[in-house]
């Protein structure tokens, strides 16, 4: 198939291991991030750890947008259904997610909450327009590849003024996320990131240049194929093994350094950033969320229905927080695998595909016994 | 009134005629819809006495039977429709076990206010689904609900078929060596559903694989290869029926994920809607597990099959204790097939 044989071709992928097990020689290692879970998913799907040499190890990032999501967000939108009884529209990927009281978006689904799972910002805007008496809460989350479809449904609903439709807003920023990840611990002891794909798209690849600078690392922006990922890998490599720290873009056929100007002066008409949000992991960021700008606040569902966010501490036994700053493999978490399973997610990471613990348990875990 | 006189009855099908819950109410409504649809329909001497069950005549064989609700939405997709989904459904069911489907029963469950045209259409779908399997629908029965307390139709089949002696199949029997053979490509049914639902439209349009197996499954059975077991992967898809396979069996498997025939278009709609093949539904295709000496003979005989042209050696059954379903990706790295966890995919079947 025309963009998808070539970035998986058998032959292509052994190519690139040649290179990379010749190249990776170093006997310090490499210590590479992928910043995003598309990039942790294509890893575990296609089994690519099985073609790297013993010197690459892979970390995981926080880029889930589930993931990163604490749990008094995913409160917030139980109490608008349970308490204010709205419709909430919301990605399948969070209905899953655990949060305080046993309880889930799915839970409060089956006992009679009316959430909808929507395929994109436009599903929802229709809901509203289907369903006038009722309030219709999106819940908007995501990085920046997600934002700009949820301004055009913010944009649309202002012209056309809908009354009945506002947003509960969860967007978050990646270079605030990098920028956390490098000034913790782990950040000292990564040697390069494979660069967020689809977010770039948006942004460009010029936010990170700073990074590079600063912090001295390697950065290769990656697109989410197989391919794109070993080939990001023998660049990130081969950077370290000459001493550079430099934004280098794989992804050229869809990321440019300025990005998507349009997407972003969209974002900027509605959105502005909030003061601090707090992450999953990482905690409280200042500057690394968005909001909706006082012009478009009538859609901001937490103010039209003052459902505060309340933070809430993480299940004790969790180590979600560890995964996701990368200080911890998710084998690593005592309920791994026993408590906490897909089928029975205690944090997020297991929760998305794109989560680390998720990828690894239904991918990865045949590696424990065998090593 | 006069001896002569008649009372009137509406036909049924008038062109805006719709299901009434007088319908599934037991009354005179029930026993024209019956009568003018279902017995026309079915055609058969068991319906035509309209007792409350169906006397069957004796049969020399173990008896096999199962049953499979239907539940699609929507109702007609390219290469099918609910009707004849839920006759194949369970014929197909039956056939696993390596028998000759012999009958069916027909529960539906009806929502007022559906369309007699849709219903007329559905029924017919499975008149003939029965009839080009050579199993008869011998007893029925129709409830309606109140509108919006169902979607339209749900419609629920039994089957009973006929065991010969000698035929052992069973999920437990996969021995480690054996080799696993899937009958074509995957992911068609699940894909023409999901992508009439979504108003996908492709250069080749994906048509469902419905289709009923106990053909194939019997030639399979007669060509002398040892089969251990026959399963067909339907909801949840190949990746799920592998692992029912491995846990009954207690055993491991190894894939390989070149091996697996998948159809471009089906390939494309996939990537799109962010699905794995691997548990994306299909109703037309069946995976056995055989002898290693048996697999080539076995492949040879599907292959000669209309409904299996496509089959395929995908990988082999392995010792192992964790029952890992584990697969070669094309890219040469590995990784687990693992049970379906996640987003719950919308119905399709």
């Given at each position: 198939?025309?963009?998808?044989?070539?970035?998986r071709?058998?032959?292509?992928?052994?190519?690139?291991?040649?290179?990379?097990?010749?190249?990776?020689?170093?006997?310090s290692?490499?210590?590479?991030?992928?910043?995003?879970?598309?990039?942790?998913?294509?890893?575990s799907?296609?089994?690519?750890t099985?073609?790297l040499?013993?010197?690459?190890?892979?970390?995981?990032?926080?880029?889930?947008?589930?993931?990163?999501?604490?749990?008094g967000?995913?409160?917030?939108?139980?109490?608008?259904?349970?308490?204010?009884?709205?419709?909430?529209?919301?990605?399948?990927?969070?209905?899953?997610?655990?949060?305080?009281?046993?309880?889930?978006?799915?839970?409060?689904r089956?006992?009679g909450?009316?959430?909808?799972?929507?395929?994109?910002?436009?599903?929802?805007?229709?809901?509203?327009?289907?369903?006038p008496?009722?309030q219709?809460?999106?819940?908007?989350?995501?990085?920046?590849t997600?934002?700009p479809?949820?301004?055009?449904?913010v944009?649309?609903?202002?012209a056309?003024?809908?009354?009945?439709f506002?947003?509960?807003?969860?967007?978050?920023?990646t270079?605030?996320?990098?920028?956390a990840?490098?000034?913790?611990r782990?950040?000292?002891?990564?040697?390069g990131?494979?660069?967020?794909?689809?977010?770039?798209?948006v942004?460009g690849s010029?936010?990170?240049?700073r990074?590079?600078?600063?912090?001295?690392?390697?950065?290769?922006i990656?697109?989410?194929?197989?391919?794109?990922?070993?080939?990001?890998?023998?660049?990130?490599?081969?950077q370290?093994?000459?001493?550079?720290?430099?934004?280098?873009?794989?992804?050229?056929?869809?990321?440019?350094?300025?990005?998507?100007?349009k997407?972003?002066k969209?974002?900027?008409?509605?959105?502005?950033?909030r003061d601090?949000?707090?992450?999953?992991?990482?905690?409280?960021?200042?500057?690394?969320?968005l909001?909706?700008?006082?012009?478009f606040?009538?859609?901001d569902?937490?103010?039209?229905?003052?459902v505060?966010y309340?933070?809430?501490?993480?299940?004790?036994?969790?180590?979600?927080?560890?995964?996701?700053?990368?200080?911890?493999r998710p084998?690593?978490c005592?309920?791994?695998?026993?408590?906490?399973?897909?089928?029975?997610?205690?944090?997020?990471?297991?929760?998305?595909?794109e989560?680390?613990?998720?990828a690894?348990?239904?991918?990865?875990?045949?590696?424990?016994?065998?090593? | 009134?006069?001896?002569?006189?008649?009372?009137?009855?509406?036909p049924?099908?008038?062109?805006?005629?719709?299901?009434e819950?007088?319908?599934?109410?037991?009354?005179?409504?029930m026993?024209?819809?019956v009568?003018e649809?279902?017995?026309?329909?079915?055609?058969?001497?068991?319906?035509?006495?309209?007792?409350?069950?169906?006397?069957?005549?004796?049969?020399?064989?173990r008896?096999?039977?199962?049953?499979?609700s239907?539940?699609?939405?929507?109702?007609?997709?390219?290469?099918?429709?609910?009707?004849?989904?839920?006759?194949?459904?369970?014929?197909n069911?039956?056939?696993?076990m390596?028998?000759?489907?012999?009958?069916?029963?027909?529960?539906?469950?009806?929502?007022?206010?559906?369309?007699?045209?849709?219903?007329?259409?559905?029924?017919?779908?499975?008149?003939?689904?029965?009839?080009?399997?050579?199993?008869?629908?011998?007893?029925g029965?129709?409830?309606?609900?109140?509108?919006g307390?169902?979607?339209?139709?749900?419609?629920?089949?039994?089957?009973?078929?006929?065991l010969?002696?000698?035929?052992?199949l069973?999920?437990?029997?996969?021995?480690?060596?054996d080799?696993?053979?899937?009958?074509?490509?995957?992911?068609?049914?699940?894909?023409?559903?999901l992508?009439?639902?979504?108003?996908?439209e492709?250069?080749?349009?994906?048509?469902?694989?419905?289709?009923?197996?106990?053909?194939?499954?019997?030639?399979?059975?007669?060509?002398?290869?040892?089969?251990?077991?026959?399963?067909?992967?339907?909801?949840?898809?190949?990746?799920?029926?592998?692992?029912?396979?491995?846990?009954?069996s207690?055993?491991?498997m190894?894939?390989?994920?070149?091996?697996?025939?998948?159809?471009?278009?089906?390939?494309?709609?996939?990537?799109?809607?962010?699905?794995?093949?691997?548990?994306?539904?299909?109703?037309?295709?069946?995976v056995?597990?055989?002898?290693?000496?048996?697999?080539v003979?076995?492949?040879?005989v599907?292959?000669?099959?209309?409904?299996?042209?496509e089959?395929?050696?995908?990988?082999?059954?392995a010792?192992?204790?964790?029952?890992?379903?584990?697969?070669?990706?094309?890219?040469?790295?590995?990784?687990?097939?693992?049970?379906?966890?996640?987003e719950?995919?919308?119905r399709?079947?």
């Amino acid at each position: 198939m025309k963009y998808l044989d070539e970035f998986r071709d058998a032959a292509l992928a052994e190519h690139i291991s040649a290179s990379i097990t010749r190249e990776a020689t170093s006997s310090s290692g490499y210590r590479l991030m992928e910043f995003c879970g598309g990039h942790t998913h294509a890893i575990s799907r296609y089994g690519i750890t099985d073609l790297l040499p013993a010197t690459i190890r892979l970390i995981h990032g926080p880029g889930c947008p589930v993931c990163v999501l604490p749990v008094g967000r995913i409160n917030q939108a139980v109490r608008l259904v349970r308490e204010r009884d709205v419709i909430l529209c919301t990605y399948a990927d969070v209905l899953r997610v655990p949060c305080s009281g046993q309880m889930s978006l799915m839970r409060a689904r089956s006992e009679g909450a009316d959430v909808r799972m929507i395929y994109s910002t436009q599903n929802a805007l229709q809901v509203a327009r289907e369903n006038p008496e009722r309030q219709v809460v999106f819940f908007a989350i995501g990085f920046e590849t997600t934002t700009p479809p949820t301004a055009v449904a913010v944009k649309q609903a202002h012209a056309s003024g809908m009354e009945n439709f506002s947003i509960l807003c969860n967007h978050v920023l990646t270079p605030a996320a990098m920028q956390a990840i490098l000034s913790a611990r782990t950040g000292k002891m990564l040697d390069g990131f494979v660069g967020p794909a689809h977010v770039s798209t948006v942004i460009g690849s010029k936010p990170y240049e700073r990074f590079a600078a600063e912090y001295s690392k390697a950065v290769v922006i990656a697109g989410f194929e197989p391919l794109d990922v070993m080939q990001a890998i023998l660049m990130l490599v081969r950077q370290i093994n000459q001493g550079r720290a430099t934004v280098e873009n794989e992804f050229s056929r869809a990321v440019t350094r300025e990005g998507n100007l349009k997407a972003q002066k969209l974002v900027a008409e509605v959105f502005e950033l909030r003061d601090a949000f707090e992450w999953r992991g990482l905690g409280s960021i200042s500057e690394s969320a968005l909001k909706l700008r006082p012009e478009f606040s009538r859609f901001d569902a937490e103010l039209k229905f003052g459902v505060d966010y309340v933070p809430v501490r993480d299940h004790k036994a969790c180590e979600c927080a560890a995964v996701l700053c990368g200080e911890k493999r998710p084998q690593e978490c005592r309920i791994f695998g026993t408590v906490c399973t897909p089928e029975n997610p205690v944090g997020s990471c297991m929760v998305s595909s794109e989560g680390a613990c998720a990828a690894y348990y239904s991918y990865g875990r045949f590696r424990e016994e065998l090593t | 009134m006069k001896g002569d006189k008649r009372p009137m009855l509406r036909p049924l099908y008038s062109r805006r005629g719709r299901v009434e819950i007088l319908h599934g109410s037991g009354g005179r409504a029930m026993a024209q819809l019956v009568a003018e649809l279902f017995k026309v329909a079915f055609d058969n001497a068991w319906l035509e006495q309209g007792n409350d069950a169906a006397v069957l005549p004796q049969v020399s064989g173990r008896l096999v039977m199962s049953c499979d609700s239907h539940v699609v939405s929507p109702l007609f997709f390219e290469g099918g429709d609910i009707g004849c989904l839920s006759v194949h459904g369970t014929i197909n069911d039956v056939s696993m076990m390596g028998a000759q489907p012999l009958y069916l029963t027909a529960s539906f469950i009806l929502e007022e206010g559906f369309p007699f045209a849709d219903l007329e259409r559905i029924v017919a779908s499975m008149a003939s689904a029965a009839r080009d399997a050579g199993v008869s629908i011998v007893a029925g029965d129709t409830k309606v609900v109140e509108k919006g307390k169902g979607d339209g139709v749900f419609i629920t089949t039994t089957g009973i078929g006929v065991l010969r002696e000698g035929i052992v199949l069973s999920g437990d029997l996969a021995q480690p060596g054996d080799r696993i053979l899937l009958s074509g490509t995957i992911g068609d049914h699940g894909m023409a559903v999901l992508s009439r639902r979504e108003n996908l439209e492709f250069d080749a349009p994906i048509f469902s694989d419905t289709a009923p197996l106990h053909g194939l499954v019997a030639t399979m059975l007669d060509c002398g290869a040892r089969v251990r077991v026959l399963r067909d992967p339907t909801r949840g898809g190949l990746a799920t029926t592998l692992n029912e396979i491995a846990q009954q069996s207690g055993v491991g498997m190894l894939l390989n994920e070149s091996a697996i025939p998948i159809k471009k278009p089906v390939e494309a709609a996939c990537e799109f809607l962010g699905l794995d093949p691997l548990y994306v539904a299909n109703e037309g295709k069946l995976v056995a597990v055989c002898a290693p000496e048996d697999a080539v003979h076995l492949l040879e005989v599907m292959r000669a099959h209309p409904l299996a042209r496509e089959a395929a050696a995908i990988g082999e059954v392995a010792e192992d204790s964790r029952r890992f379903v584990q697969m070669n990706t094309r890219l040469g790295g590995r990784r687990i097939v693992d049970w379906l966890a996640g987003e719950p995919l919308p119905r399709i079947c």
